[in-house]
Nanobody
Framework: QVQPVESGGGLVQPGGSLRLSCIVPGFTLRYYAIGWFRQAPGKEREGVSCISDSTENNTFYTEAVKGRFTISRDNAKNTVFLQMSSLKPEDTAVYYC????????????WGQGTQVTVSS
């Protein structure tokens, strides 16, 4: 079963940084796209960022996080990271990692999520 696992969430002050990690046990991530999504209380889930498979490593960001978040993959560690900087209270949400052949909202395999709270 393909089951992404997220880690790295937590409580951070505005302006701070966090790095989220996504692994998929038993799954070689370099061959697949990895997306990060988030859902805040009372809001719909939204796409945050995505990185295509390692043949191209194209990256995509939603406008709200451009210049603040960076997605990357470390194939040696079989891990995809989301480096989040200059965090704002509106970044508070549960962040989910998803994987599939291509980036998009219909990615087929989802993790359980990790909570990110930005508050003073």
């Amino acid at each position: 079963q393909v089951q992404p696992v997220e880690s790295g969430g937590g409580l951070v002050q505005p302006g701070g940084s966090l790095r989220l990690s996504c692994i998929v046990p038993g799954f070689t991530l370099r061959y697949y796209a990895i997306g990060w999504f988030r859902q805040a209380p009372g809001k719909e889930r939204e796409g945050v960022s995505c990185i295509s498979d390692s043949t191209e490593n194209n990256t995509f960001y939603t406008e709200a996080v451009k210049g603040r978040f960076t997605i990357s993959r470390d194939n040696a560690k079989n891990t995809v990271f989301l480096q989040m900087s200059s965090l704002k209270p509106e970044d508070t949400a549960v962040y989910y990692c998803a994987t599939d052949d291509y980036c998009g909202s219909g990615m087929g395999h989802w993790g359980q999520g990790t909570q990110v709270t930005v508050s003073s």
